[in-house]
């Protein structure tokens, strides 16, 4: 018998998401910290 597992598709599906949410933020953390030294470098 199969036996199907709904929460290991939703997690198959939100996966790329989860990577895609976590590049995301690391590319505004980055730019904010661009910006806070560029500020700190102006002043």
């Given at each position: 018998m199969k036996?199907?597992?709904p929460i290991g598709h939703i997690d198959k599906l939100?996966?790329?998401?989860?990577?895609?949410s976590v590049s995301i933020?690391?590319?505004?953390v980055s730019a904010v910290f661009q910006l806070l030294l560029a500020t700190v470098?102006?002043?």
């Open positions: 036996v199907a597992n939100t996966y790329p998401f989860q990577l895609v933020r690391n590319v505004l470098k102006g002043s």
